[in-house]
């Protein structure tokens, strides 16, 4: 393998390493009325009740910051990018 080579293999291993890096999840417990703070108290969520297996879970933050369900922010990012082409359509 010669310098050039490596230095391509070293290139992928180390976004395969970044990517790896952002799938890391991190898992918390917490008891009703218990917060978890995110970032430098930018984001604040507390859980509001436990019922039947759903979590009501209440966030404070600035109107700046966005919180939306998946489902929503899934919706919001296919209107961004607008209807479908017709070459997208035939793949």
């Known amino acids: 393998m010669d310098i050039a080579e490596i ?3 070293k ?9 790896i890096e952002r799938l890391i999840m991190l898992v ?6 218990e917060k978890i703070i995110i970032g430098d108290r930018e984001v604040e969520m507390v859980v509001i009740s436990y ?8 966030f404070e933050a600035d109107k700046r910051i966005k919180i939306n369900r ?3 922010y899934v919706k919001i990012e296919n209107e ?7 070459n997208d359509k035939k793949k």
């Open 51 to 58: 019922d039947k297996g759903q979590v009501k879970l209440g």
């Open 7 to 9: 230095l391509v293999f």
């Open 70 to 72: 998946e489902e929503v």
């Open 28 to 33: 918390l417990s917490r008891r009703l009325g």
């Open 11 to 19: 290139k992928k291993l180390k976004l395969q390493f970044k990517l």
């Open 80 to 86: 961004k990018k607008g209807p479908p082409d017709d």
